[in-house]
């Protein structure tokens, strides 16, 4: 029988398998990331944010059904694969919710949802095809007070909440691991100033921070991301700084520098690699937070702008709904951004005890 092999790595890679709590926060944070790669073609409005509205059918409940007559745009205009997974469809066809329908001659004769009033349409609109433009469309999740499809906005919103987790905690690591490695590593005068400036960020409360960083760059997606990101390196820097002052003590540094490497190679080559473990840990803890402050300035108002559907700012929109007999509006983006935070807050403890390699 093959010896199994005792390396840390592997050991570490078992122990996080036999987690089943672990595995399965995993498995939906995985399956979050492929809802935010795929959005627009699993979303049943795959238009461009999913902003199709239909005012007539506001507020509609989970499950609600209508037929809708579908009219064809007069200018058609291509759209490439890439295009259409990253910004959806382009082609907004105009769509009427309707009660009934009825061949008149060359006529469409509908009735309106809303105020159920006869129109008429020449049946050369439709291409002579009702059966083929005339379907009844279910909402799953409900329409928002302007009639939107609120599944599509959900799983366009992950998008956002992905995005932003990913590109948030890596500038906090780009930036929290090289101050965090110089000023450990060099420490006297370097490692006072980098402690004076990390002392002074983490003493702002974070919110007003990423306000203050936001209201200056200008509000928009990208804007909060950058935002977020400035604000997130500190708790890397000071973890870094820590290990990296515990490391720089061993005996295979003290071997480096005896051969005359560089101290930017022994730092990145040697004392880093060697303190992955909880820098790991750490960037999971911060995904969730990046994505909780995220909300929090989307509901504020200076978040991801309208129409660019957020989980916070679908919060914002529909909160006093939750007093209006609808809560679903609120509960569902609120139940959304609970189940993704916690996946990632379970993931980091997980990864915590898997990597201890005490016990």
């Known amino acids: 029988m093959l010896q199994q092999s005792k390396s840390l ?3 570490a890679f078992r122990k996080f398998k036999q987690n089943k709590v672990g595995m399965i926060s995993l498995c939906f944070i995985l399956f979050c990331g492929l809802v935010a790669i795929f959005c627009y073609p699993l979303a049943p409005d795959n238009s461009n944010f999913a902003n199709q509205m239909h005012l007539e059918i506001h507020s509609k409940p989970p499950g609600f059904k209508v037929n809708m007559l579908t009219i064809p745009s007069a200018t058609k205009k291509e759209t490439s694969l890439l295009d259409f997974l990253i910004h959806g469809n382009k082609n907004t066809e105009t769509e009427i919710p309707i009660i009934s329908y009825k061949i008149n001659g060359e006529n469409l004769e509908i009735i309106k949802y809303a105020d159920g009033l006869l129109k008429e349409y020449p049946l050369s609109a439709i291409q002579n095809k009702p059966e083929t433009y005339i379907k009844q469309k279910t909402f799953y999740f409900g329409t928002d007070k302007y009639g939107r ?12 909440s992905f995005s932003i987790g990913f590109i948030a905690v890596f500038i906090s690591l780009f930036i929290g691991v090289f101050m965090g490695a110089i000023g450990g590593y060099f420490g006297g005068k370097t490692d006072t100033f980098i402690m004076w400036i990390i ?3 983490w003493s702002i409360p974070t919110l007003l921070l990423v306000i203050a960083i936001t209201l200056a760059l200008g509000k928009g997606v990208w ?9 997130m390196w500190v708790e890397v820097a000071r973890v870094v700084r820590g290990q990296v002052i515990t490391m720089k003590q061993q005996q295979y540094v003290e071997a480096a520098r005896a051969l005359g490497f560089s101290d930017f190679r022994i730092i990145f080559r040697h004392i880093l690699p ?7 840990v750490i960037s999971a803890a911060n995904f969730a937070g990046a994505i909780l402050i995220e909300s929090g300035l989307s509901f504020l ?3 991801a702008q309208p129409p660019t559907p957020s989980w916070g700012a679908m919060i914002k929109n529909h909160y006093n709904y939750i007093i ?3 809560p679903f509006l609120a509960i569902i983006p609120g139940l959304a951004i ?3 935070v916690m996946a990632f807050m379970l993931l980091g403890n997980t990864l915590r005890d898997a990597l201890d390699v005490k016990n």
């Open 9 to 11: 790595s592997q050991l």
């Open 149 to 160: 499809d609120l599944l599509s906005r959900l799983l366009i919103g992950t998008r956002i």
């Open 199 to 201: 002392n002074i960020t």
């Open 223 to 231: 804007q909060v991301f950058i935002a977020v990101g400035l604000t």
């Open 274 to 280: 060697n303190i992955m473990a909880p820098i790991i």
């Open 301 to 303: 108002g200076i978040g």
């Open 324 to 326: 209006l007999g609808k």
């Open 338 to 340: 609970m189940s993704l």
